[in-house]
Nanobody
Framework: QVQLVESGGGLVQPGGSLRLSCVVSGNIFRVDDMGWYRQAPGKQRELVSAITRGGSTNYADSVKGRFTISRDNAKNTVYLQMNSLKPEDTAVYYC?????????????????WGQGTQVTVSS
């Protein structure tokens, strides 16, 4: 089976930085698009940033210029560098990936989620 494990969340003061990591493991043939979503209390889950296997990126307007997404295809890992954090960035951050897996000679494509990591920005 496939696992996505996030790390790097925590409590940080406004203006501070955090780096989130998400490692994909399991019976994987290829990891395609990867991304980070977040969900604040009482709000819908929203896309923060995404990156293709080739490195093309996109960002939510609210984080442009402050957050940077990157990935290491050899390690099946995606990162989110978050700078100049604001209280409104407080949320649970989820890793998401489109993954091609295999069983024998059969391939399967599916969307997978991590368990989430809490980011709290507060003084």
């Amino acid at each position: 089976q496939v696992q996505l494990v996030e790390s790097g969340g925590g409590l940080v003061q406004p203006g501070g930085s955090l780096r989130l990591s998400c490692v994909v493991s399991g019976n994987i043939f290829r990891v395609d698009d990867m991304g980070w979503y977040r969900q604040a209390p009482g709000k819908q889950r929203e896309l923060v940033s995404a990156i293709t296997r080739g490195g093309s990126t996109n960002y939510a307007d609210s984080v442009k210029g402050r957050f940077t997404i990157s990935r290491d295809n050899a390690k099946n890992t995606v990162y989110l560098q978050m700078n100049s954090l604001k209280p409104e960035d407080t949320a649970v951050y989820y890793c998401n990936a489109d993954i091609l897996t295999y069983h024998g000679t059969t391939f399967y494509s599916a969307d997978y989620w991590g368990q989430g990591t809490q980011v709290t920005v507060s003084s």
